[in-house]
């Protein structure tokens, strides 16, 4: 029996798939995939989905660069959902967001979590949220975006900015005031200076990790 074939798809041939970063287990998104998007996943180690809307194969990333590289594929144990374990090459949600799931639900039972509870917020993933977001300001370069102006001086302009928010992190800390304020400005142009190179938060953290080591 082939691969494709322990795979039990619905009767529009279809088969829920969740993408999950291999490298921190983020949930990434979610999508749908037939035997043909399975098979071409499996033989190129690509990922390639369904669209229920285009009706057609998708290769994740093939007009917008952000592609996604599976390591493994799993069956869950009844056989009728993939997970795909990749190593994303960009944010995988078409608004620039690293992860489709970034909106949040609350009720009487289910709180919000970290944001608006005083529960601290991790700085890796706030730093993923906003580089997304810049990742969206620069695709659509709306008028009055203060990043959207940035980007749009060059990355000359930027790269100043960031030397100069990089002095006021200094000058605060020999202070021992606003120091949390000016990191905060220091990443944030620093993030765009990388979304303005192409360079992406997934790459900086892969040298960050090979040097742990």
């Known amino acids: 029996m082939g691969v494709s074939e322990r795979v039990r798809f619905d009767e ?4 829920p ?6 490298e921190d287990g983020a949930v990434l998104m979610m999508a ?4 043909e998007a399975v098979e071409r996943t499996l033989a190129t180690g690509e990922a390639h989905y369904y669209s229920r809307s285009r009706e057609e194969l998708w290769h994740k990333g093939e007009t917008s660069g952000n592609t996604q ?8 144990c009844d056989g009728d959902a993939l997970l795909y374990l990749v190593e994303p090459r960009g944010p995988a949600c078409h608004t620039g967001e690293r992860t489709c799931f970034f909106a949040t639900l609350a009720g009487e039972g ?3 979590s970290l944001e608006g509870t ?5 700085l890796g993933a706030m730093l993923e949220r906003l580089s997304g977001t810049i990742a969206a300001r620069h695709r659509q370069m709306p008028e009055g975006s203060y990043t959207a102006s940035l980007i749009a001086r060059g990355p000359g302009y930027v790269a100043q900015k960031v030397g100069e928010e990089a002095v ?13 304020e000016e990191a905060a400005d220091l990443l944030y ?7 303005e190179r192409g360079v992406g938060t997934e790459e900086v953290a892969r040298v960050l990790r090979d040097r742990h080591r």
């Open 168 to 180: 006021e992190v200094v000058v605060a800390a020999l202070r021992g005031e606003r120091v949390a």
């Open 12 to 15: 529009r041939g279809l088969v």
């Open 32 to 35: 749908y995939a037939n035997r």
């Open 69 to 76: 590289r599976v390591l493994e594929v799993r069956l869950d």
């Open 110 to 112: 289910v709180g919000i």
């Open 189 to 195: 142009h620093l993030l765009v200076l990388l979304e």
């Open 118 to 122: 005083g529960e601290p917020v991790g």
């Open 17 to 22: 798939v969740v993408a999950q970063d291999a």
